[in-house]
């Protein structure tokens, strides 16, 4: 089981709680429940590598990473307003490395609901020697 580090504060609102638990949810690989997260439309950018659209494709995507286990998740904050959302934190891997990333969301209601879409921005922080 990964870590889970929340250095955000959540309590309170809808829209943060629900970033925060996809968030734990990618981090135990939980394809069923990350995909309860989106609408039937969902398009999610995943900048530089791919432009998913609709559940099918991005389940065929969360598959294709099961494969990589996380050991830790550190969330360093989460911000919402309106039909908006980001989250930014650092995902470590058990086979080494580590990624920095940033999902900027938008959601169907100003309530919460189902994520529309999300751009997901990782930069692997592992430094070469």
């Known amino acids: 089981m990964p870590r889970i580090s929340i250095q955000a504060d959540c309590d309170g609102a ?9 968030n734990i949810a990618f981090a135990h690989a939980d394809v069923e429940s990350i995909l309860e ?7 999610w950018q995943i900048m530089g590598e791919a432009d998913l659209r609709g559940k099918k494709a991005v389940r065929a995507a969360l598959e294709a990473m ?5 050991s830790e998740l550190i969330i360093h904050s989460i911000i919402t ?15 080494g490395g580590s990624v920095a990333f940033c999902d900027v969301c ?6 919460g609901g189902k994520i529309q879409s999300m751009m997901s921005y990782a930069v692997d922080t592992e430094k070469e020697d």
């Open 14 to 22: 809808p829209k943060k709680q629900l970033l925060r638990d996809l």
């Open 37 to 43: 997260f989106f609408s039937d439309d969902i398009r």
């Open 66 to 70: 099961q494969e990589t286990v996380t």
């Open 81 to 95: 307003q309106g039909r908006a959302g980001a989250v930014n934190g650092e995902i470590r891997m058990e086979r």
């Open 106 to 111: 938008h959601f169907d209601s100003a309530d």
